[in-house]
């Protein structure tokens, strides 16, 4: 009788899963399973302002946006942004009109800690937090935390910031302040927003705040710094937190896809995989831990004929290998673009972002004809690139939980009628489907960057990525949905691709399609079937 149960099931879910295969490979209906998750995001210095409010202190964007001539496109700042500090129960209202599973938001370290570290607790700074945690969860949307999100106090930049091995301390005493201010609240925590770019884009490009040069030193040991602090604050939340409040901790990484150009074979693309990617993760996720070997045989070998007496990507010891192996509970991943890559021509210079140390590979990137482009310089479109990235990850690391963190177009238009940004969406939707259905990648989320339109870092104003509008003239700020609101929030609440032919606005349907309670009832079928 089991065994009969048992091949039913196997039977109606194939048929279940071959008819979802065709429809998503022919690009009609198609749903997600019930259990997948949908949310949005943004991050405090995008949206927060309040810069000098309330008891917060300066971080480093805060002062290079002010203190350096040209470092921001449009001479702007972060000062006021969409002014969330005082607005944040319209963004409350704005995920909850969306019908969102959980917000995406980030804690600006200074607002906690004015002094950078644990001797003083900032009361508003905790208010505020707690407020906005509390009026996601009333209305039934779980708060999703970043801890870091580039906001480093001042006051510890001016001690080296991450390029001072005491840093892991540091960043580790805040992350305890807030598991114990907010672990009740908070059970999905990202520990670091995109360690690759506030390390490459800093210290290689000396573009991002604190805009230090520093190529092929200082994108080294903060690479090196940064994992040591993540896994030492998974490492205490594993310790002292999870037994009491069961939460999930990664860090996420923004990954460019990487294809190898015409007439060059997979190993240029793995190898620039291996820089963007594999420095961020192998050292986590791999079963041997420390850096991908790869890598750090070329950067010790270009060491040395440049007459550094070590290598200048100082090796990790045994203990430090095994401190930050294993340190996590999915995978963040955020995708926007892509590129090919290609043996560098003798002499070539190198363009800035997305180009991050590929010189040291002798690797240069380029963007292949056919892709869509956006109205960004750095921003090309490449949907398929967003499946191809997580079946590389379950290939190198095994069947872990992706978690998609951020995937959103940038528009530098203000209009409300966003086509392209629903075209983006659904299109992106579809691979990740694909992976589900045809990888096999066992992905649970999935977050559209962003909420609304923000201060969108070394770019200020002009590029826009918001499902709402934001009206930065208004000192109401006023917030508009989009198009693509409309959209991902169908999306949202049928879990379906497809607009249904009622839908006429957020509050259309409030359900998710029944499809997906038949699918949980067959799974459960099947779950039991096996444990029996
Ligand atoms: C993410 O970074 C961030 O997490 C998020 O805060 C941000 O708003 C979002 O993506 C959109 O950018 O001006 O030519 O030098 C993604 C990686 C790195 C992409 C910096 C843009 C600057 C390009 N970003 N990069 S350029």
Same mark, same amino acid.
């Given at each position: 009788m089991l065994y009969r149960t048992f091949v039913l099931c196997i039977l109606v879910r194939n048929t279940w899963s071959s008819s979802w295969k065709s429809e998503v490979e022919e690009g009609s209906k198609v749903h997600f399973p019930p259990w997948f998750k949908f949310g949005s995001a943004t991050a405090s210095h995008q949206i927060e302002g309040a810069w000098n409010a309330s008891g917060k202190t300066p971080h480093i964007w805060d002062v290079f946006a002010h203190t350096v001539p040209g470092a921001i496109s449009d001479g702007s700042n972060g000062d006021v942004a969409c002014d969330s500090y005082r607005l944040w129960r319209e963004d409350v209202k704005m995920a909850a009109d969306l019908g969102l599973d959980f917000y995406r938001f980030s804690i600006s370290w200074p607002r906690i800690l004015p002094s950078g570290f644990p001797n003083h607790i900032n009361e508003e700074g905790v208010r505020y937090y707690r407020e906005l945690m509390d009026g996601l969860l009333e209305v039934g949307i779980e708060p999703v935390v970043t801890i870091y999100h580039w906001e480093l106090p001042q006051s510890l930049q001016d001690l080296? !910031?991450? %390029?001072? @091995?005491?840093v892991v301390d540091w960043y580790a005493d805040y992350a305890r302040v807030l598991f114990t201010l907010y672990a009740d609240r908070v059970k999905t925590w990202i520990t670091l927003n995109e360690p690759m770019v506030f390390c490459e884009a800093t210290y290689t490009l000396g573009s991002h705040a604190p805009g230090i040069l520093s190529p092929g030193i200082g994108n080294f040991l903060c690479n090196r710094h940064a994992l040591l602090a993540h896994a030492k604050a998974w490492r205490i939340y594993d310790q002292e937190f999870r037994h009491k409040y069961h939460g999930k901790l990664a860090l996420t990484n923004n990954l460019l896809w990487f294809e190898p150009d015409e007439g060059h074979g997979d190993e240029v693309a793995e190898l620039v995989r291996e820089l963007g990617a594999g420095m961020y993760s192998h050292p986590i996720y791999s079963k041997e831990g420390g850096w991908p070997p790869v890598i750090e045989k070329i950067i010790a070998e270009r060491s040395r004929r440049q007459g550094y007496p070590k290598s200048r990507l100082p090796p990790f010891t045994k203990e430090e290998i095994k401190f930050i192996? !294993? +340190? =996590?509970d999915f995978y963040g991943f955020n995708y926007y673009t892509a590129r090919l890559a290609r043996w560098a021509k003798p002499g070539e210079v190198l363009g800035k972002? @997305?180009?991050?140390? %590929?010189d040291e590979l002798n690797i240069s990137l380029v963007v292949k004809p056919e892709w869509k482009k956006s109205p960004l310089d750095w921003f090309i479109i490449y949907p398929e690139g967003i499946r191809r990235q997580m079946k590389w990850l379950k290939r190198k690391y095994g069947n872990i939980e992706i978690f998609i963190m951020e995937n959103g177009l940038a528009n530098i238009d203000p209009r409300l009628d966003d086509t392209d940004r629903v075209d983006f969406y659904r299109e992106h939707l579809r691979q990740v489907l694909l992976s589900i259905y045809e990888d096999g990648v066992n992905v649970t989320g999935y977050t559209a960057w962003s909420l609304m339109d923000n201060y969108e870092w070394i770019d200020g104003y002009h590029s826009k990525f918001g499902l709402y509008a934001v009206d930065f003239s208004d000192s109401e700020r006023r917030r508009t949905p989009r198009a693509s609101a409309f959209y991902y929030s169908s999306v949202v609440r049928t879990g379906s691709l497809v607009l249904p032919? +009622? =839908? +006429?606005? =957020? +509050?259309a349907s409030s359900s998710k399609n029944a499809l997906s309670y038949i699918t949980i009832v067959i799974n459960f079928m099947l779950a039991l079937s096996l444990i029996k």
């Open positions: 080296g !910031g991450w %390029t001072n @091995p005491l192996r !294993g +340190t =996590y972002w @997305p180009h991050f140390g %590929t032919a +009622t =839908y +006429t606005s =957020y +509050t």
